[in-house]
């Protein structure tokens, strides 16, 4: 599946990040809430040259995030539109500010197409249920690979797969979103 255009870099955020589990160095970020989500969402990835970028989605106006070293503030990344009324605000940390594991990673976690499948029109419309743990298991998954403490969590890709409205009868995902939007992405993704 190709990536339609987009204002919101939801997909290159996870696809390829290498998503580093630093045991709360991101301690806490302030901003708005995103849609139940309380504080904003945020994470601390690898970026170009090994350097670490924090993550923050949010609602409001781009926040300071809390380091052990103290606070940094984050610029903004993707400004929020009509179908991504959040906006993504990062910060490259400075040296330092995150102690990295000091060994090479043991516990590597790596996941991937993790959304819930909707898809296809009338007679050939075919859906997950959503709400269902047995059918759809990524928070399930999600919250064993947390436990689990790894040193590094790699996300290959693919997870928005509510590509359409939920068929008539489905009652697995009769009123979800769907669609190349926020409200997609965060029940595809960041919720579970």
């Known amino acids: 599946?190709?990536?339609?255009?987009?204002?919101?870099?939801?997909?290159?955020?996870?696809?390829?990040?290498?998503?580093?589990?630093?045991?709360?160095?991101?301690?806490?970020?302030?901003?708005?809430?995103?849609?139940?989500?309380?504080?904003?969402?945020?994470?601390?990835?690898?970026?170009?040259?090994?350097?670490?970028?924090?993550?923050?989605?949010?609602?409001?106006?781009?926040?300071?995030?809390?380091?052990?070293?103290?606070?940094?503030?984050?610029?903004?990344?993707?400004?929020?539109?009509?179908?991504?009324?959040?906006?993504?605000?990062?910060?490259?940390?400075?040296?330092?500010?995150?102690?990295?594991?000091?060994?090479?990673?043991?516990?590597?976690v790596v996941i991937g197409d993790t959304g819930c499948r909707v898809e296809g029109e009338g007679a050939a419309a075919w859906a997950q249920a959503c709400h269902d743990p047995l059918e759809w298991s990524w928070a399930k998954t999600a919250a064993s690979a947390a436990a689990w403490h790894p040193d590094l969590v790699i996300h290959v890709g693919d997870l928005l797969y509510r590509e359409s409205e939920c068929p008539p009868g489905s009652a697995g995902c009769l009123g979800d979103p769907w669609g190349y939007r926020w409200a997609t992405f965060n029940a595809d993704f960041f919720a579970p």
């Open 1 to 108: 599946m190709s990536d339609p255009p987009h204002r919101f870099p939801g997909p290159r955020i996870v696809r390829m990040a290498l998503c580093m589990t630093l045991g709360g160095a991101l301690t806490s970020a302030t901003g708005g809430a995103v849609q139940g989500q309380t504080p904003p969402i945020s994470w601390v990835e690898l970026g170009p040259g090994g350097g670490l970028i924090a993550r923050v989605i949010t609602a409001g106006a781009c926040p300071s995030v809390s380091l052990p070293t103290g606070r940094t503030p984050t610029t903004l990344r993707a400004r929020a539109s009509a179908d991504f009324p959040v906006q993504v605000c990062e910060a490259a940390l400075p040296p330092g500010a995150v102690a990295l594991p000091g060994h090479p990673p043991r516990r590597i």
